[in-house]
């Protein structure tokens, strides 16, 4: 098993470009996160997919756009990237029947936004 | 809404000294807890979690933690480091019917001197 992939890991854009991240998870998972990581700020949600065919907003969806396209992919979308975006972005994924589990995240993505 | 607070955000240890770091937690009922660690340029990795009943809980890689309900900590500890448990350590809380999101804490980054 893979776990939780992410596609591309590094990504280098200019302002104003837009991209795609991929994230897949071989676990059969129900829920699956997007987050960014900067430097003192922890992980800070973007955006959650509690099951298939649905999607919520997190802690810092503004700027963000995310497709559940199954069970297995959840991808998320810059449309106009802005340095603010400039962080390292993970994908999680969890069994979640209700109660917290354990989240499995990927190896991130490194984008900078220059 | 829940809530983490990690006080330290650097600590240094000689390897093979013991190690305590403190995470306290902001939620009304019992919390869903759980410690992850990150290796440079990786994504987290669980290192422990607890759900309910006994509250000394062992994890991976000889850490454990203590739930102290009365002072509303999770603290990590490990008797004797290893120069690799340099890393950086993410304390996070999960509340049931939320589709399993967690709040992190901003993390402590473990260095170790040899």
């Known amino acids: 098993n893979a776990g939780v992939t992410q596609t591309p890991k590094f990504q280098v854009l200019k302002t104003g470009q837009s991209m795609t991240l991929q994230c897949a998870q071989d676990m059969n998972h129900n829920s699956m996160y997007w987050y960014r990581q900067d430097p003192g700020m922890g992980l800070r949600l973007i955006y959650y997919s509690a099951s298939e065919g649905t999607t919520d907003k997190g802690e810092v969806p503004n700027g963000y756009n995310v497709s559940r396209l199954n069970k297995r992919e959840f991808s998320l979308r810059l449309e106009s990237a802005a340095p603010s975006q400039t962080s390292v972005y993970f994908c999680?994924?969890?069994?979640?029947?209700?109660?917290?589990?354990?989240?499995?995240f990927g190896p991130g993505t490194r984008l900078t936004v220059l | 809404a829940q809530s983490v607070t990690q006080p330290d955000i650097h600590i240094t240890v000689s390897e093979g000294a013991s190690l305590e770091l403190r995470c306290n937690y902001s939620?009304?009922?019992?919390?869903?807890l759980f410690w992850y660690v990150q290796s440079p340029g990786q994504g987290l990795q669980l290192l422990l979690k607890y759900f309910s009943g006994d509250t000394l809980v062992q994890g991976i890689k000889g850490f454990e933690a203590e739930f102290k309900r009365s002072q509303s900590s999770f603290n990590l500890r490990k008797p004797s480091v290893h120069w690799s448990d340099a890393a950086e350590y993410f304390c996070a809380v999960g509340a049931p019917g939320t589709a399993s999101k967690l709040t992190f804490g901003t993390g402590t980054r473990l260095q170790v001197t040899l």
């Open positions: 999680a994924s969890s069994v979640s029947r209700g109660t917290p589990n354990e989240q499995f």
């Open positions: 939620y009304g009922a019992t919390p869903y």
